[in-house]
């Protein structure tokens, strides 16, 4: 069974950090792009950053880029998002993905294009 599993969630102060995991199991993730998303309340779900299989590039969200830093550890099957300068609107259920179909120059920013997802986890930044 596959499964993708979030941790690292939680309450945090404007200004500070938290770093999220996204343990995979059930299959090998190493030639899957992983990404981020997340989901505020009453709010659709939108992408954050996400990493290649390939060469390892990331990219992200205008709304986080500077401040978020994705990176994955093959070898323990696991993507993190380091994410700092945490702002009250960075408050979401954020949502860990993979892409089993990506190739090795496109970058998947919808959520059509992710086939495994986990149950998300909870980030909330207070003012």
């Known amino acids: 069974q596959v499964r993708l599993v979030e941790s690292g969630g939680g309450l945090v102060q404007a200004g500070g950090s938290l770093r999220l995991s996204c343990a995979a199991s059930?299959?090998?993730?190493?030639?899957?792009?992983m990404g981020w998303f997340r989901q505020a309340p009453g709010k659709e779900r939108e992408f954050v950053a996400a990493?290649?299989?390939?060469?390892?590039?990331?990219y992200y969200a205008d709304s986080v880029k500077g401040r978020f830093t994705i990176s994955r550890d093959d070898a323990k099957n696991t993507v993190y998002l380091q994410m700092d300068s945490l702002k009250p609107e960075d408050t979401a259920l954020y949502y860990c993905?993979?892409?089993?179909?990506?190739?090795?120059?496109?970058?998947?920013?919808?959520?059509?294009?992710?086939?495994?997802w986990g149950q998300g986890t909870q980030v909330t930044v207070s003012s």
């Open positions: 059930g299959r090998t993730f190493s030639s899957d792009d």
């Open positions: 990493i290649k299989w390939s060469g390892g590039k990331s």
């Open positions: 993905a993979s892409n089993s179909r990506s190739n090795a120059y496109t970058l998947y920013v919808r959520q059509v294009d992710y086939n495994y």
